[in-house]
């Protein structure tokens, strides 16, 4: 057996040599490269969520809405003998939203099949992942609401009484997906998806009558739940809006 004190000293410090600044920058690089795979991974399975739920929850209810109307004749919770042709006209004051278990009544005693949703019973729900990972629930309900609508000179507008899918607690990532989906752009004022939360004023997007140009919606990813300001937490739950989703009818 050696002993420690016949070692040669250049054995010594070999052994006692720290890593080199090259082997560093390698282990550097490649903690990176697997932080950076694991975003992008987190990014491509969030983007996949938002298209589940555009395409099974989103897109279903919307089917519903038209199987209804062209089963019954007239948007859901509409009298009967008198339609007005708004959702809930049937109701003081007519328009107000059709949501939770009256809505899926509604479209289940017509014999319309509904999207799965959350669960039986709370088919108009949709619970999923915000950015930050945290879990957000989307809500779907129905109502009549006035929707700005180019009027008869260039650069004004007029609004005019349209049903609209209303959907609840949206993070502006899986807004902005939805608004890209359906309108090709991300605006809340114009298209077919505007924000249904109040505006400065008390005013929905959706129903803006200025000829001012389209808007930025109201929050992004930075704000927390609750927040008026941006707080860019990592650990916070995103800020959620509403909202309007034009039906055809």
């Given at each position: 057996?050696?002993?420690?004190?016949?070692?040669?000293?250049?054995?010594?410090?070999?052994?006692?040599?720290?890593?080199?600044?090259?082997?560093?920058?390698?282990?550097?690089?490649?903690?990176?490269?697997?932080?950076?795979?694991?975003?992008?991974?987190?990014?491509?399975?969030?983007?996949?969520?938002?298209?589940?739920?555009?395409?099974?929850?989103?897109?279903?209810?919307?089917?519903?809405?038209?199987?209804?109307?062209?089963?019954?004749?007239?948007?859901?919770?509409?009298?009967?003998?008198?339609?007005?042709?708004?959702?809930?006209?049937?109701?003081?004051?007519?328009?107000?939203?059709?949501?939770?278990?009256?809505?899926?009544?509604?479209?289940?005693?017509?014999?319309?099949?509904?999207?799965?949703?959350?669960?039986?019973?709370?088919?108009?729900?949709?619970?999923?992942?915000?950015?930050?990972g945290?879990p957000?629930?989307?809500?779907?309900?129905f109502?009549?609401?006035?929707?700005?609508?180019?009027?008869?000179?260039?650069?004004?507008?007029?609004?005019?009484?349209?049903?609209?899918?209303?959907?609840?607690?949206?993070?502006?990532?899986?807004?902005?997906?939805?608004?890209?989906?359906?309108?090709?752009?991300?605006?809340a004022?114009?298209?077919?998806?505007?924000?249904?939360?109040?505006?400065?004023?008390?005013?929905?997007?959706?129903?803006v009558?200025?000829?001012?140009?389209?808007?930025?919606?109201?929050?992004?990813?930075?704000?927390?739940?609750?927040?008026?300001?941006?707080?860019?937490?990592?650990?916070?739950?995103?800020?959620?809006?509403?909202?309007?989703?034009?039906?055809?009818?």
């Amino acid at each position: 057996m050696i002993s420690p004190l016949s070692v040669p000293a250049s054995r010594k410090r070999r052994r006692e040599r720290g890593f080199s600044l090259v082997e560093l920058s390698v282990v550097l690089i490649v903690i990176g490269l697997v932080l950076g795979a694991v975003a992008v991974g987190r990014d491509l399975q969030r983007s996949a969520a938002n298209q589940r739920l555009s395409t099974d929850f989103i897109q279903g209810w919307q089917l519903a809405y038209e199987a209804y109307f062209n089963g019954v004749g007239r948007p859901p919770g509409d009298n009967a003998t008198n339609p007005t042709g708004r959702v809930n006209g049937n109701v003081v004051p007519a328009g107000t939203e059709l949501c939770g278990p009256n809505m899926i009544n509604t479209f289940l005693a017509a014999g319309i099949r509904v999207p799965t949703g959350r669960t039986e019973g709370q088919q108009d729900r949709y619970v999923y992942l915000d950015s930050n990972g945290n879990p957000q629930e989307a809500r779907v309900c129905f109502r009549s609401v006035n929707w700005s609508e180019p009027a008869d000179a260039v650069g004004r507008y007029v609004a005019r009484p349209r049903n609209v899918m209303v959907i609840h607690g949206l993070t502006f990532s899986l807004v902005g997906s939805l608004d890209q989906q359906i309108d090709g752009r991300t605006d809340a004022r114009f298209g077919s998806l505007r924000e249904g939360a109040a505006l400065a004023g008390g005013v929905p997007a959706a129903n803006v009558v200025d000829d001012n140009p389209g808007m930025p919606w109201s929050i992004d990813d930075r704000f927390a739940f609750g927040a008026n300001a941006a707080t860019t937490l990592d650990e916070s739950q995103v800020a959620i809006t509403s909202a309007f989703f034009k039906m055809m009818r």
